[in-house]
């Protein structure tokens, strides 16, 4: 089996490891409190760990776009553009390239770390860098992503976060939207604000519900609750990651919360006003950034 390094941060009771060769993974973000080991985030398998599988980490970066590409193919620019389909038997393009590809440390201490990945033109047919800074502190863990379009030419650009956090039939989730993007198979086809969205607004059990959903307005703060234990995470987030997807899988295991910066295939829906679809074009030499920070509440243990 192929040797995927992890690399480790501390600060307080909290502690962060990091598979740099795995997509730009996180594979675990715990604390320790009165002897016990608190999984804030679903720890990655050690089968993940051996396979280099990013889907079986803590949290992934999207880069450069997030959510689905609707067959792998958009026009940008004028050109026709068609993307590997990189999610098993799916027809569509999915999270961009940047979490199959590995990439570098190029610092490290004892609380904080930063990797990297140079893209050239390939799969996504334009070159960028993407940054990964993490910084973790005795309250909180904050991921900075930044991408710089390298390329000679304008490139479409979406980023996110893909983090996994354990699910309980108690678990509750607090979030502020406007609008949620309601779906026919896997692909957004309307927008409303239904109870789903009013729900959320005053903490909607996940138990009570099945999303696979994108959530346009978000007001940049979601608040996750296990009451079987008392904790809590707050997960927080700057422009431009303003939009949210929620999904709970069938079996169960766990929930995906992403802050991101586009809805599923934006690409394909720029017809729609841009506060509806996200995402963004950036020139070459830019930078694009986005900030988001998780915040433990050991509460009763």
């Known amino acids: 089996m192929n040797s995927h390094p992890v690399i480790s941060i501390c600060a307080g ?12 993974s996180i594979a675990r973000f715990c604390g320790k409190e009165k002897n016990q080991t608190i999984e804030w985030m679903r720890p990655a398998s050690p089968e993940g ?16 776009f997030s959510g689905r590409v609707r067959d792998g193919r958009f026009v940008f620019a004028g ?16 999270h961009g390239n940047a979490w199959k590809l590995p990439w570098r440390i190029t610092g490290h201490d004892a609380a904080s770390a930063s990797i990297v990945l140079e893209h050239e033109r390939g799969d996504w047919p334009f070159a960028y860098r993407a940054e990964q800074h993490f910084a973790l502190t005795p309250s909180s863990l904050e991921v900075e992503l930044l991408v710089s379009n390298t390329d000679t030419l304008a490139m479409p650009l979406g980023i996110g976060l893909h983090p996994y956090f354990p699910y309980t039939p108690g678990m509750t989730l607090h979030a502020e939207v406007s609008q949620m993007w309601e779906a026919e198979g896997d692909m957004p086809v309307r927008l409303t604000r239904n109870e789903t969205v009013e729900s959320l607004a005053r903490e909607l059990k996940m138990a009570s519900v099945t999303l696979d959903n994108n959530f346009i307005g978000w007001k940049h703060v979601a608040r996750m609750r296990w009451p079987e234990t008392g904790r809590r995470l707050r997960m927080s987030a700057e422009a431009p990651l303003s939009y949210l997807v929620v999904f709970t899988p069938p079996s169960r295991e766990f929930l995906c919360v992403e802050p991101v910066s586009n809805t599923v295939d934006w690409l394909n829906l720029g017809h729609l006003d841009s506060a509806q679809i996200g995402g963004t074009v950036l020139s070459p030499g830019a930078t694009f950034t986005g900030r988001c920070r998780f915040e433990p509440d050991f509460g009763a243990t």
Do not use: K, W, Y
């Open 13 to 24: 009771a909290l502690h962060v490891d990091i598979a740099p060769t795995i997509g730009g």
């Open 49 to 64: 760990l051996a396979e280099g599988n990013p889907q079986m980490m803590a949290c992934f970066p999207l880069v450069p």
């Open 79 to 94: 050109r026709h553009i068609s993307l590997a389909r990189n999610f098993g038997a799916s027809p569509h393009a999915i």
